[in-house]
């Protein structure tokens, strides 16, 4: 421990810290631009000189290391004398727009400009004017006001992972600007938003609609993946108008990704559904809410008679609250059934009988940027969970080895130690492989069970490469991603990877594709919670039609695992209730529209992948006649005379849900009774990836349009190995046709030689391949 005094104030340090960092330590403020306490150090901006005893000249605060007896001086007219002069210098080429710039109320330079700058410029020449970039439709510029402070070139080197911005020339010539022709695509583009100290990079999509002292700050919790980012929800005349992100260094640390920072458009689209709706003669009609709830009780109990209450099924979204998850499964084993489910992404639930909890994370997602070996099984991780790769990417280049089993080969912008890109059905014979060389290497005999199943698997290279990898170092973890969750063999994968964990000493996780895919287990939203009436799965609802339908903000034509038998099930019901805050395709089969509020109208709770619980309440009031899911649902369970619904508020019925004292003991539990291992086979047959797009994930972020304007977000193509597109007889960027069984659509097909064989890839969760089967099903292509 070093000892250095800052004005007067002694203060004990590690060696190795900075002035800087010493100074925050004790609440001294050091004005800076380029600083900042997650990127390195670039000591360009020059505005942090403080004056240090004996030293011959001002020193930058962010780069002088402490020493010990160190005196510095950050008030002292010298220091004070040389900050002047630095700021007078930053503004001889900035031109005096503030009055029209978007970062007015908000710049760090307009702020310090008040204390250390002058009352009048010295500066009598022409100033310079740089010409705009365009970075594509999330951020704007305005690049004559950079200082070229450079926060948002490190930002992509260091936290993104690629290098989309640079520096060009020198002196008064310098210039920050993406590589020539190119847009900034990254999924963590908006961060540079907030890394700018002045109004060079503002965004987009709120540029001109609203300045910063007119907007109301209210906290929330983001409801588009699994990760729960903190949010700070920007209100103006009960409209959202932007969202940053509430620095949780457990959570998101100070950073958002683009889906949960420009997602907020989508709660303003013009598909918002503000009055409950009624279909009379194939017409639909607005009607007032006690009609409409009426019309569902009556039609409800009329089925329940006629056809019972396992003729009743309901689908809900895991991007629903806890309360109103509980609430809809409480209605549901109310009148007599558990066909109930939210895992509507699902399509093997062979582990059902087997867990013995909710699964989830298996760790907290602060300690994954401190583990030293890891294996991803199926997850295209920046489209996935952009934060928790980025926390990757952090521990890979702290010295940590990472593997990844999968059927694409993107780039995930960090170095992988070993991968195996295998076709989807092959993924749980490498698996298996990688179990038996663990296994080998840790001279560890496995389960009699799965021993059996294994004895025709032979180890591959790839897989022994795996195995030493993870039997390296001490913290170690596996993952199970969107993509092996969604697999017809999720069950196999899921128990060899829990061997693989428990052979390699590692710890063992599901990274949650949705705001509440672990609350969904805890407040019941599944048909087979012990304790509570079972019934059946999101897939056998589909695949043996119900008379009646209850569905909870989702839209089975986009969120389901199979969307043709969904379609095919919904329109020979006799009744589809539809509660959403969106028009959608439902319009077409349901027979009632509810207008339900999203997470910005609503309070409500999410329980993340990491098993965090966190509460929020609404930022604007209800849009029109648009009611929170959860009172919707408890005048609903009034109406058909269901005991228990007579709840006054959502704290009420989350203390229901969760308990007074939160999350039982072993709720969050990996771990199954048993193995359920079937087979390791691989099969030829021509088999399709569909994965999620990162910008269709859920109802909000489908309609946030800006974000629809993304790379990222550009029409699926059928992409598929050129060995392939010649056994086809296929030429590169012809269209063609998909199949799974009777449906199909027309796409464009693309060569890619970085997937395997036997494999096409093709978007699922898009209007364009609505209508086809299974992600992981198997298909044929011919030519269109």
């Keep these: 421990m070093l000892e250095i005094e800052i004005d007067?104030?002694?203060?004990?340090?590690?060696?190795?810290?900075?002035?800087?960092?010493?100074?925050?330590?004790?609440?001294?403020?050091?004005?800076?631009?380029?600083?900042?306490?997650?990127?390195?150090?670039?000591?360009?901006?020059?505005?942090?000189?403080?004056?240090?005893?004996?030293?011959?000249?001002?020193?930058?605060?962010?780069?002088?290391?402490?020493?010990?007896?160190?005196?510095?001086?950050?008030?002292?007219?010298?220091?004070?004398k040389a900050q002047k002069?630095?700021?007078?210098?930053?503004?001889?080429?900035?031109?005096?727009?503030?009055?029209?710039?978007?970062?007015?109320?908000?710049?760090?330079?307009?702020?310090?400009?008040?204390?250390?700058?002058?009352?009048?410029?010295?500066?009598?020449?022409?100033?310079?004017?740089?010409?705009?970039?365009?970075?594509?439709?999330?951020?704007?510029?305005?690049?004559?006001?950079?200082i070229h402070c450079t926060r948002c070139v490190r930002f992509g080197q260091e936290i993104a992972g690629i290098m989309e911005m640079g520096q060009v020339g020198r002196g008064e010539h310098s210039e920050i600007m993406p590589f020539i022709s190119k847009t900034i695509d990254s999924e963590l583009s908006g961060n540079i938003i907030d890394l700018c100290p002045v109004g060079a990079l503002t965004s987009k999509p709120f540029r001109y609609t609203a300045r910063s002292w007119e907007l109301s700050r209210r906290k929330s919790v983001s409801p588009h993946d699994g990760l729960g980012s903190n949010l700070i929800v920007q209100v103006k005349n009960n409209r959202v108008m932007r969202v940053l992100p509430l620095e949780?260094?457990?959570?998101?640390?100070?950073?958002?990704?683009?889906?949960?920072?420009?997602?907020?458009?989508?709660?303003?689209?013009?598909?918002?559904?503000?009055?409950?709706?009624?279909?009379?003669?194939?017409?639909?009609?607005?009607?007032?809410w006690q009609t409409?709830?009426?019309?569902?009780?009556?039609?409800?109990?009329?089925?329940?008679?006629?056809?019972?209450?396992?003729?009743?099924?309901?689908?809900?979204?895991?991007?629903?609250?806890?309360?109103?998850?509980?609430?809809?499964?409480?209605?549901?084993?109310?009148?007599?059934?558990?066909n109930v489910d939210s895992r509507l992404a699902q399509a093997d639930f062979r582990l059902d009988a087997s867990l013995q909890g909710a699964p989830w994370l298996g760790m907290a997602v602060a300690d994954i940027s401190k583990l030293q070996r890891v294996l991803v099984i199926g997850s295209t991780l920046r489209n996935d969970h952009p934060l928790l790769a980025h926390r990757l990417?952090?521990?890979?280049?702290?010295?940590?080895?990472?593997?990844?089993?999968?059927?694409?080969?993107?780039?995930?912008?960090?170095?992988?130690?070993?991968?195996a890109i295998v076709a989807p059905q092959a993924m749980v014979n490498t698996l298996a492989q990688i179990a038996l060389a663990l296994a080998e290497a840790t001279q560890t005999e496995l389960p009699a069970a799965i021993k059996a199943v294994l004895a025709d698997v032979t180890v591959g290279a790839t897989a022994r490469s795996i195995a030493a990898s993870l039997t390296g170092a001490e913290r170690r973890a596996v993952f199970l991603g969107n993509l092996a969750q969604h697999h017809p063999q999720y069950a196999d994968l899921y128990s060899l990877a829990e061997v693989i964990a428990r052979l390699a000493g590692a710890n063992f996780g599901c990274l949650g594709e949705s705001a509440n895919s672990v609350g969904a287990y805890i407040a019941g939203a599944v048909p087979s919670k012990s304790g509570l009436k079972t019934g059946m799965n999101a897939a056998a609802m589909m695949a043996t039609p119900r008379k009646a339908y209850?569905?909870?903000?989702?839209?089975?034509?986009?969120?389901?695992?199979?969307?043709?038998?969904?379609?095919?099930?919904?329109?020979?019901?006799?009744?589809?209730?539809?509660?959403?805050?969106?028009?959608?395709?439902?319009?077409e089969y349901a027979d009632v529209l509810l207008p339900i509020a999203p997470f910005s109208e609503t309070s409500g709770t999410f329980i993340s992948t990491e098993g965090r619980v966190q509460s929020f309440n609404g930022t604007v009031k209800p849009l029109g006649e648009t009611r929170p899911a959860w009172k919707v649902l408890r005048v609903l369970g009034t109406m058909l005379g269901v005991k228990g619904f007579d709840y006054d508020t959502s704290e009420a019925v989350r203390q229901d849900a969760l308990g007074s004292n939160g999350l039982a003991a072993g709720v969050l539990n990996n771990s199954l009774s048993g193995p359920v291992l079937q087979s390791a086979a691989i099969t030829d047959a021509l088999t399709r990836v569909g994965e999620v797009p990162m910008y269709q994930a859920d109802a909000i972020v489908r309609r946030a349009a800006s974000l629809h304007n993304t790379r990222a977000a550009a029409l699926p193509n059928a992409s598929m190995h050129s060995a392939l597109l010649a056994r086809l007889g296929v030429a590169d960027g012809a269209m063609v046709t998909v199949r799974q069984g009777e449906a199909r659509a027309v796409v464009r097909a693309l060569a890619d030689d970085r997937l395997p064989d036997h494999c096409v890839r093709l978007a699922a969760a898009h209007p364009l391949t609505a209508t086809l089967g299974a992600m992981l099903g198997e298909v044929s292509v011919e030519r269109a």
């Design 8 to 80: 007067g104030n002694k203060i004990q340090m590690t060696a190795g810290g900075t002035i800087m960092e010493a100074a925050a330590q004790i609440g001294i403020y050091i004005p800076h631009f380029c600083y900042h306490k997650k990127l390195s150090i670039a000591a360009n901006c020059r505005m942090c000189l403080v004056q240090v005893e004996k030293a011959a000249k001002p020193l930058p605060a962010c780069a002088t290391p402490i020493t010990d007896g160190m005196k510095v001086f950050t008030k002292s007219d010298y220091a004070v």
């Design 248 to 288: 949780n260094e457990a959570v998101n640390e100070c950073w958002l990704s683009d889906k949960d920072r420009f997602a907020y458009e989508g709660l303003n689209s013009e598909q918002r559904l503000t009055r409950p709706m009624l279909k009379q003669d194939g017409k639909w009609l607005e009607v007032d």
């Design 393 to 419: 990417r952090q521990a890979v280049k702290h010295g940590a080895q990472l593997n990844l089993v999968n059927p694409v080969d993107d780039d995930l912008l960090t170095k992988l130690a070993n991968k």
């Design 85 to 146: 002069g630095v700021m007078e210098f930053l503004l001889i080429n900035h031109p005096l727009d503030c009055p029209i710039c978007d970062q007015g109320g908000e710049c760090s330079l307009q702020d310090l400009a008040v204390g250390y700058g002058g009352s009048s410029s010295r500066y009598q020449e022409a100033k310079r004017v740089v010409k705009e970039k365009d970075l594509g439709p999330l951020v704007a510029t305005d690049m004559t006001r950079c």
């Design 550 to 587: 209850l569905l909870l903000g989702a839209e089975p034509e986009l969120d389901c695992n199979d969307p043709a038998t969904a379609m095919h099930a919904l329109q020979s019901a006799d009744m589809v209730v539809a509660m959403s805050a969106y028009k959608h395709s439902a319009l």
């Design 292 to 338: 409409a709830l009426e019309y569902v009780a009556n039609g409800l109990k009329q089925i329940r008679e006629q056809h019972g209450a396992d003729s009743i099924g309901a689908l809900a979204t895991p991007h629903q609250t806890v309360e109103e998850l509980y609430l809809l499964q409480k209605l549901m084993r109310g009148l007599g059934t558990g």
